[in-house]
């Protein structure tokens, strides 16, 4: 694929030197995001980030298959315009949050946790969650060389993350799920997620890294194939995955944010925003399905030129999808609105804030409140 033969030439391009930017300790968000809280930008056209991700293709597929929304489409037709920009730096996404430029955040619920003492400095960026995409179900992975087979095995190694990434809480639970802490194993921050000399799938190429988190596309290559890497065509010596979200899923939770200020003065278009986001998942889910239908095809190469950079990478875009657990209505009722939900939002919330209260963080525990939507009104 050539999504492989790209994160090839950027692993094998760069030498140990550019990892000097990477942060040894990154600091709470609320200390190394300064900008200055403003008022929401007004404008006809909402600028709405999107991440690396198969669950990314609904917002896709609602604004007519393009980062800016197309007439006829979903989008277009609830009188939304969008702008789509793709973001994977959680940094510059907290950063046109709080200065205005956009109300939203495409973030993971441990993401949007590492920025928690930063959004709750103003009544008015407090986070309020409208919607959740998917869960992880695959597509978030682990990847280990010199032999390590078990996430317990990590004792004493060093593990590279990206730093205020979708995958900090991904490592603290199955740190806790082994009878391990963070005080374990040494971590190297990273701040890329892909394709990049300073992210968690070049760390992997160093001696000094013993494993790494990081998407399954990436970890496809490092691996020969999902399978052990011989150190050949961009592969790591050695290199396996030794567990993924398919065997640890409820706990990526990809969401969508706004500010409260926002949903206080806009509710019916952030209303208008996620009655398009759940039929358009209603939508995908049987288009994926039908193979001979040429909007698949087309929605494929949108969405691996929009989210990977090449129209060309549709099957890594497809195989994001079948690493997704994409979440309907019912399903947001659940996460957002039901108290015996053993997943929900607040229980995630609580054990995501005690991990990263213990690691430094943030600083802080405090609730992130859902949406009261009357879910009988979508």
């Known amino acids: 694929m050539l999504r492989k033969l790209l994160t090839t030439v950027v692993l094998t391009s760069f030498s140990l030197s550019v990892f000097a930017q990477q942060e040894n300790t990154p600091r709470p968000l609320a200390e190394k995001v300064r900008t200055p809280v403003g008022e929401v930008k007004e404008s006809d056209t909402l600028r709405v980030p999107m991440i690396t991700w198969g669950g990314d ?17 979903p989008m277009a037709k609830a009188g939304l315009d969008l702008e789509l920009v793709l973001q994977d730096n959680f940094d510059k996404q907290l950063e046109e949050y709080l200065s205005g430029e956009s109300p939203f955040l495409r973030c993971t619920i441990g993401m949007c946790n590492q920025a928690l003492d930063l959004l709750n400095k103003d009544e008015r960026t407090k986070p309020v969650v409208i919607y959740q995409l998917t869960w992880s179900r695959g597509g978030d992975t682990l990847v280990a060389k010199n032999n390590i087979m078990q ?36 971590i190297k921050w990273m701040p890329d997620l892909t394709l990049s000399p300073d992210s968690p799938p070049a760390a992997l190429q160093q001696p000094d890294v013993d494993a790494a988190f990081m998407i399954i596309s990436d970890a496809y290559g490092l691996t020969s194939g999902r399978r052990v890497g011989t150190g050949k065509d961009g592969s790591v010596a050695g290199a396996r995955m030794i567990i993924s979200t398919m065997y640890a899923r409820r706990v990526i939770a990809d969401i969508y944010v706004v500010r409260s200020d926002y949903f206080r003065d806009h509710r019916q278009k952030v209303k208008d925003f ?52 994409f979440v309907d209505r019912a399903g947001n009722i659940s996460f957002l609105a039901d108290d015996n939900f053993p997943h929900r939002l607040g229980v995630l919330n609580n054990n995501i804030q005690d991990a990263f209260n ?17 879910f009988s009104e979508f």
């Open 274 to 325: 996620v009655d398009v986001m759940m039929q358009a998942n209603d939508d995908l889910q049987p288009l994926m399905k039908d193979l001979s239908n040429p909007k698949k095809l087309a929605l494929l190469e949108a969405s691996a030129d929009i989210l990977l950079g090449d129209k060309t990478a549709t099957p890594d875009i497809e195989n994001l999808y079948y690493d997704a657990q």
């Open 57 to 73: 293709m609904v917002t896709l597929l609602a604004n007519g298959m393009s980062t800016r929304t197309q007439p006829d489409s």
């Open 151 to 186: 996430v317990k095995e990590l004792k004493g190694k060093t593990v590279a993350v990206q730093a205020y990434g979708p995958h900090v809480d991904f490592m603290t639970t199955l740190l806790q799920r082994s009878g391990m802490t963070m005080d374990d194993i040494n």
């Open 358 to 374: 213990q690691i430094g963080l943030i600083n802080m525990h405090a609730p992130i409140v859902a949406a009261d939507w009357d």
